[in-house]
Structures are given as structure tokens and as C-alpha cells.
């Protein structure tokens, strides 16, 4: 079973930045999308960010402008370089790896955004 997992979460003051990253225990072969999600207490949770093999991305309105995405295809890791931080951005995030007939997803890692 392959395992994802990620670092680079902490407490930040609002407007600073956080890079979060995710590596896989192992190498996984034909990956569709890798993908951010973060779920706030009390909320559900919620899609971030995505990337696709090609390198096509896709945000969520409320961190466009802010977060960019990106992904090595020969190591199977995907970060998520986060810049003016928000109090509202303070959650778990989550990342997911989606491919033909599966879905895995890492631990976590929490964000706190606060001064």
C-alpha cells in the first residue's frame, strides 16, 4: 500500500508563506492528478489545488493568486507553495493522488495561520 506523506506544515503569522510537500513511499505508476485539500474545524473537507501529469493546475477561488502547485513526475512528490497566508487558510491539508483504479491520500499536516 502506497503511503503519502507530508511536511512543511506550522504556525505562520497572516502574510507569511509555507511550503508544503508530499512524497510517496514508493514510485506509483500513471498518476491522472495530484491534489491539495484542507479541511478547517468544524468544516468539511474542502479541494485546494490540482495538478495534472502535463502540468495543467486548477485552483480553488480563495487561494488563487496566492498558492501555486507543482509536482516532480520522476520522484512522485507534489508541494504547494503557500504566500499571503490568511487567518481562514489555518487547517489541515491534505494531499491526494488519483490514478486509473485508485486514490491514496496522505496523513495531513496542520497550517496555522495566526499572530
Known amino acids: 500500500q502506497v503511503q503519502l506523506v507530508e511536511s512543511g506544515g506550522g504556525l505562520v503569522q497572516p502574510g507569511g508563506s509555507l511550503r508544503l510537500s508530499c512524497a510517496a513511499s514508493?514510485?506509483?505508476?500513471?498518476?491522472?492528478?495530484m491534489g491539495w485539500y484542507r479541511q478547517a474545524p468544524g468544516k468539511q473537507r474542502g479541494w485546494v489545488a490540482e495538478?495534472?501529469?502535463?502540468?495543467?493546475?486548477k485552483y480553488a477561488d480563495s487561494v488563487k493568486g496566492r498558492f501555486t502547485i507543482s509536482r516532480d513526475n520522476a520522484k512522485n512528490t507534489v508541494d504547494l507553495q503557500m504566500n499571503s497566508l490568511k487567518p481562514e487558510d489555518t487547517a489541515v491539508y491534505y494531499c491526494?493522488?488519483?490514478?486509473?483504479?485508485?486514490?491514496?491520500w496522505g496523513q495531513g499536516t496542520q497550517v496555522t495561520v495566526s499572530s
Open positions: 491526494k493522488v488519483v490514478g486509473p483504479g485508485y486514490v491514496y
Open positions: 514508493e514510485s506509483i505508476r500513471f498518476i491522472y492528478t
Open positions: 495538478i495534472t501529469g502535463g502540468g495543467s493546475t
